[in-house]
């Protein structure tokens, strides 16, 4: 056996294959594409965006995917109904309710039902795939919500008993719904390369999008083009879309989806760290006291399950 430190190359295959890395970074731009979705609300046509998301990293990466999706075309044609309901759901549905939702409702709010998706996963994943959750899964899971509602409720109750809830809220509920069932069903994704599966599920999400980016033009909406809207579109197209869907489903595939749920709870983090950076707002106690409960909430939530006999 060679004692030989690992080659630049090793270290950073072993990079792409750590799962709580790859997991991490998700929540980070995902966290980031909540703020930009908030700052675009009513600047641009929500489904519209959602198409533009999609379609423009398809046309990013076709000179790239081209040979691997030649080979992987037999498990694409074969698996086709899976991918059709992994595109519809995770891509074209959950992205154009995401940014409907984000016109009508608050951050706040949607922090507030983003720490739900966890265990909806867990609930999903039972209800579909009979998957069984270890006590200390359940017990991260518990923990992190903890945190991120003693981020959200500012360490006060009376602040969590005065959240008012719209329609706007009903949307990102139903759409928290969608994305974990997305997320419990991607084990159905058939074996091939990642570039060849982000293609497919882009070019699926655009596709399914389109009449619906029509009918939102035909009936008036536009976008105002200007340095926001080429920003905005430059980030959601690149960032949440590739480079975070391609990082998550790494993620669910290594650890399985009941773990790498727990992991969503780090946006509300990433998301108070932007604002302090970005925005000027001061973090305060309880802002700490809610990251310690949420980090630790995750490392138990990604501690391996024994295994029993």
Known sequence: MSDAAPEPGERKAARSANPYLLLAATALFWSGNHIVGRAIGGHVPPVGISTIRWLIPAILIWPWVRPHLKRDWPAIR????????????????????????LQYTSALNVSVLNSLVPVLIVGTSAALFRDRISAMQLAGILVSSFGVLTIIGRGSLDVLERLAFNWGDLIILFNMLVFAIYASCLRLRPPMHWLSFIFVFAMLSALLTLPFAILEAWQGARFELDWLTIAAISYVSIFPSVIAFAAWNRGVELIGANRAGPFLHLVPIYT??????????????????????????????????????
């Open 78 to 101: 074969t698996h086709w109904k899976a991918m059709l309901w992994l595109g519809a759901s995770g891509g074209a549905l959950f992205t154009a309710l995401q940014y409907v939702g």
């Open 272 to 309: 108070a760290i932007l604002g302090s950076t970005l925005l000027g707002e001061h973090l305060a106690v309880f802002h700490i006291a809610g990251f310690a409960l949420i980090l630790t909430g995750v490392w138990l939530a990604s501690v391996r399950p024994s295994t029993v006999s």
